[in-house]
């Protein structure tokens, strides 16, 4: 697949704790639009498995900003067991809505973290990647 450097929210990001993906994507557009006409997919993959201590768990969280400091929850993923966070799994495809603000970003959430290892991959498609 042939990705637009723009589109990426996290590439090859080491999740350990919660925290943000590592770009936000600017639309450029109070109203971005996304999600109008073609359906637009956010994919997040697992590139490296997770480890961690008991029952670590990751979760994803799409959020929209229209001045890239107040961000609020527009999907969430559910919450992903450390056990079925192995290389090529798609935590979360999901096809984005209608009507996001202008600012977009990622926030990963470990629960009883946590994580010693793994990374993901997010970006922005016309497609839903399948798991490998």
């Not at 990001?13 to 109203?31: E, F, L, P, S, Y």
């Not at 990751?58 to 056990?83: F, G, K, M, R």
């Not at 600012?103 to 970006?123: D, E, Q, W």
């Amino acid at each position: 697949m042939i990705m637009d450097d723009k589109l990426v929210f996290s590439e090859e990001q080491a999740i350990t704790a919660t925290a943000v993906g590592a770009n936000v994507i600017d639309t450029g557009v109070a109203d971005s639009m996304i999600g109008d006409g073609a359906p637009v997919y956010l994919n997040c993959v697992v590139d490296t498995a997770f480890t961690g201590q008991g029952t670590t768990t990751l979760q994803v969280a799409v959020q929209d900003s229209a001045d890239d400091s107040a961000y609020d929850d527009v999907v969430i993923s559910n919450a992903v067991d450390e056990a079925d966070l192995v290389a090529g799994k798609c935590v979360l495809k999901v096809a984005l809505p209608n009507g996001l603000r202008r600012y977009i970003r990622l926030n990963y959430t470990v629960g009883s973290g946590p994580f010693t290892a793994g990374k993901v991959n997010a970006f922005l498609s016309m497609a839903a990647e399948q798991d490998l």
